[in-house]
């Protein structure tokens, strides 16, 4: 039955693919069907064709139904098609929210947030359910979700956009302020600011969260409080969930009773089976038990019934506390196993000055001091040499016709907008203002950048 399912949703995407193709993408369509995609672990498959795919796929075709008021949000179906057309805004004499979908029950539609936001969302989870604006999403589209000063609470799966989230897509979305707290108390339970748990190809990109992870969970995080995926890619599909282009400020700070046991705690997301993160910028201290990191708290990689993680191009700038060992830091707590991919990830060692754990990837994390995190080079030419290959792109060589460097100019991804570019094949560090850290070109930082 598992493998019909999932049969099915690949012709569909194979279908979806060759249709919204041009001439020459058809043909290079068709190669994909006929020979495969190349290997995900390196990052030769096109981010951007792969979301395309399976945003069609997903999600509700149904003709949008507009949601403009907080009563037309609590009347939402679990199949529907749904955009946002004014911001709501929940009083402190409304009742509670109850998440949209849950557990046997998901979700299973379109969410369109558009440039509207949603104020004061008050969410009550009930015993061991998964609570959020969404309790539970499945085969589901989010988009443009905005969330302004949250407060969500529950025993379940917590996060402010959705509390459990499997195939479904998760894009430029952001939680701007408030609390999620956890309840629980029993381990297994996960708590994220944007999202709790993570499943089975589930991606989110393009998205940022602010406020504060408190309570009572086993698996903690800035946005995601846990990532699980089982199976490993095939030439048609790949089952680990995607991460890319986050940015975090949030204080990730569980109570932690006994009963717990350890806490996985990190920047991003406190527990990883299976993954691909890429273009992080964490800001905000983490605290946990046995196992916390800047970015991500421990990574699973040598289980045979899943891929190995990808972890690639993310800076970790907070304080890193591991309740029972001292001087603790770095961009990952633990790791198990050896990564499909790791590199070019950095934390400030002057900011948190301890020592990272021992890894079977050693080199996977890199301490920096704040003046190589932060220094500019002069006006007009605020970048600074690319880690991986110490090469320096000088404001001459952008601005040369003969440079393959127009991609690379200032505005791309300093603008304030969500069109965050690349540099060919080169990653690229720039400063989005004078006094803020660099951030990668491909890592929104919102404090800057309005959505």
């Known amino acids: 039955m598992f493998m019909v399912q999932w049969s099915r949703v690949w012709i569909r995407e194979s279908r979806v693919l060759l249709r919204r193709s041009s001439a020459f993408g058809r043909a290079a369509a068709l190669a994909a069907l006929v020979f495969g995609p190349a290997s995900c672990s390196d990052g030769a498959i096109a981010n951007d064709e792969r979301l395309a795919v399976s945003a069609d796929a997903l999600g509700s075709s149904e003709q949008p139904q507009d949601i403009d008021t907080l009563a037309e949000l609590r009347a939402m179906t679990l199949t529907g098609n749904y955009r946002l057309t004014a911001d709501i805004t929940m009083q402190p004499w409304n009742a509670a929210f109850v998440p949209i979908g849950g557990n046997g029950q998901p979700f299973r539609g379109t969410f369109d947030g558009g440039t509207f936001k949603i104020h004061n969302l008050r969410v009550v989870g009930g015993q061991n359910l998964d609570a959020g604006l969404f309790g539970a999403v499945e085969n589901a589209i989010l988009r443009r979700v905005a969330l302004v000063n949250v407060n969500v609470s529950g025993s379940g799966s917590l996060g402010a956009i959705a509390g459990r989230a499997y195939n479904s897509e998760i894009t430029d979305s952001y939680v701007e302020g408030g609390t999620v707290n956890g309840t629980s108390s029993s381990g297994g339970r996960s708590v994220g600011m944007g999202v709790g748990l993570a499943l089975h190809a589930t991606r989110i990109r393009r998205c940022y969260a602010k406020g504060n992870v408190t309570g009572r969970a086993e698996f903690v995080g800035g946005f995601i409080g846990k990532i699980f995926t089982y199976g490993v890619p095939t030439l048609y599909f790949d ?74 191009h993310t800076i970790s700038r907070g304080i890193v506390t591991v309740s029972d060992v001292p001087n603790r830091a770095g961009v990952i707590g633990f790791n198990v196993g050896q990564f499909g991919n790791c590199g070019s990830n950095f934390w400030n060692n002057q900011t948190d000055g301890g020592s990272p754990p021992p890894m079977d990837d050693s080199f996977c994390q890199t301490g920096k001091p704040t003046a190589e995190l932060t220094a500019p080079h002069p006006d007009p030419n605020k970048l600074i040499a690319p880690y991986q290959n110490g090469m320096l792109i000088t404001q001459a060589m952008i601005d040369d016709p003969e440079q393959p460097w127009v991609q690379c100019q200032l505005a791309s991804g300093s603008d304030g907008d969500w069109g965050f570019g690349t540099c060919g094949l080169t990653q690229i560090w720039a400063l989005n203002a004078a006094d803020q850290y660099i951030t990668l070109t491909r890592i929104p930082n919102p404090s800057i950048q309005p959505r």
């Open 239 to 312: 089952p680990r969930v995607w991460v890319e282009e986050v940015f975090t400020e949030v204080a990730v700070n569980p109570t932690m009773p006994a009963q717990l046991g350890n806490i996985y705690a990190g920047g991003l997301v406190g527990h990883v089976h299976g993954s691909y993160i890429q273009n992080v910028n964490v800001v905000g201290s983490v605290l946990g038990r046995g196992y916390a990191g800047g970015v991500i708290g421990y990574i699973v990689n040598n289980e045979p019934t899943s891929s190995q993680s990808v972890l690639r």
